[in-house]
């Protein structure tokens, strides 16, 4: 019914930059708060960052200062622009969003399959 795509992984040295997106599609009334999740390998699945539909943001410390969300509600897409990437923020990336079904009355979250992200030289 709901699908939420990732898209913009991949390999970046130190310092360098990627931009994530997220797309979601299906049977959608409405997309509420959307996020952004990682995963490194023997870790916890952390908060990266969070954005409401009206655009409030809110990130975690590590990336305070270095990663930038945003989204554009018409195309039911959220982006996360990823700058001076260090080897620390390597991980699988998923997003996740609040969405109403068509004929639904209530919100329910859905993932993404994850992308992933590999800050390395």
């Known amino acids: 019914q709901v699908q939420l795509v990732e898209s913009g992984g991949g390999l970046v040295q130190p310092g360098g930059s990627l931009r994530l997106s997220c797309a979601a599609s299906g049977n959608i009334f409405s997309v509420y708060a959307m996020s952004w999740y990682r995963q490194a390998p023997g870790k916890e699945r952390d908060l990266v960052a969070g954005i409401t539909t009206g655009g409030s943001a809110n990130y975690a410390d590590s990336v305070k200062g270095r990663f930038t969300i945003s989204r554009d509600n018409a195309k039911n897409e959220m982006y996360l622009q990823m700058n001076s990437l260090k080897p620390e923020d390597t991980a699988v990336y998923y997003c996740?969003?609040?969405?109403?079904?068509?004929?639904?009355?209530?919100?329910?979250?859905?993932w993404g399959q994850g992308t992933q992200v590999t800050v390395s030289s």
């Open positions: 996740n969003a609040w969405i109403v079904i068509i004929g639904n009355h209530h919100s329910s979250i859905y």
